[in-house]
């Protein structure tokens, strides 16, 4: 992976623009402000170290497609701070790691990273082909006779294999878009089954993903 460097200077911010969006690095993340006319609704902010001497990465990844048009991850106008995971590597403070931004706009507009940019589109691509067998699975334990209870805890075993899947990466490198964006399309899911009704309205489930396959696969 080629990254652009941004180097972060820990007496005076660090700032990146373009599109319309400004990136200001912090010793604990980076503030990120929407100064286009379209809402962000997909970000991925990270900060790592590679070579002999890594010592770790941090990444906040975020895409809001699915709540769209009414609440977007950054709407026009706005700020939000983007707080990353030093834990106890300290390569937020370390001057010499690459700081790297992609992010997406509801206008079908991107900025940052190239690299960065495509793992984005890509875990949207990964959710639109997940969602018909999702649908399928859900109709079949219906038609089975599972109930709620039972479809909840089903997809959320499923969902703690996706996230294992996706914690296996070499440090620096963002995770695999499949398996963490079919973790949460299973999240999503499962969030939507246990804010519904019970018995789970199966029909209206699958309608409402079906709605948010169709966002997705308008989006890249």
Do not use: C
């Not at 652009?4 to 402000?33: C, D, H, K, N, Y």
């Amino acid at each position: 992976m080629k990254y652009a460097v941004l180097l972060l200077s820990l007496i005076s911010p660090v700032f990146s623009q373009a599109s319309g969006l400004t990136v200001e690095w912090r010793p604990t993340g980076a503030l990120v402000t929407n100064a286009s006319a379209s809402a962000v609704t997909a970000i991925a902010v990270g900060v790592f170290k590679q070579g002999a001497n890594n010592r770790g990465s941090s990444w906040s990844i975020a895409d809001t497609i699915d709540a769209m048009p009414g609440n977007p991850w950054l709407a026009p106008g706005e700020s939000k701070e983007v707080t990353l995971n030093d834990s106890s590597s300290g390569v937020l403070q370390d001057p010499d790691a690459k700081r790297v931004v992609g992010a997406m706009f509801a206008d079908g507009s991107t900025f940052g990273d190239p690299d960065t940019v495509h793992f984005l589109q890509q875990g949207r691509r990964a959710i639109a082909s997940e969602i018909p067998p999702l649908i399928a699975r859900l109709q079949s334990m219906a038609a089975s006779g599972e109930n709620k209870a039972g479809m909840i805890k089903d997809l959320n075993a499923s969902r703690k294999s996706e996230m294992e899947k996706s914690r296996d990466h070499p440090i620096g490198e963002l995770p695999d878009p499949n398996s963490l964006n079919v973790a949460g399309a299973l999240q999503r899911t499962v969030w939507l089954i246990d804010h519904g009704p019970d018995p789970v309205d199966v029909p209206s489930l699958v309608q409402k993903l079906q709605n948010w396959q169709h966002r997705l696969e308008g989006s890249w």
